[in-house]
């Protein structure tokens, strides 16, 4: 799993960066907060959630722990309702 990602913003679009981590380029989905935390060219340090699934692997960046947190409670919680 990659629980934590640092590393330097090379672009973003409406509902990703991707971020430089010793020349290994991470396309992830940022919440509101994360892309509030740094602009291209700026170092940024991410809490990450590594989903794998039949049909992808996506991985999802929050400003701090406690915004990751609340998604995988969200998260967990939709799993039960379907």
Do not use: W
């Not at 700026?42 to 992808?56: A, F, N, P, R, S």
Request: with cysteine; hydrophobic share 45%; proline share 1%.
């Amino acid at each position: 799993m990659i629980a934590y990602v640092r590393g330097k913003v090379l672009a973003t679009t409406e509902e990703t960066m991707i971020v430089d981590v010793n020349g290994l380029g991470y396309e992830i989905y940022c919440s509101a907060g994360a892309f509030r935390k740094g602009t291209v060219g700026e170092i940024i340090e991410l809490h990450t959630y590594l989903q794998v699934k039949e049909d992808g692997i996506t991985l999802f960046g929050f400003a701090d722990p406690k915004e990751k947190e609340l998604f995988l409670k969200l998260f967990q919680l939709r799993t039960v309702l379907t």
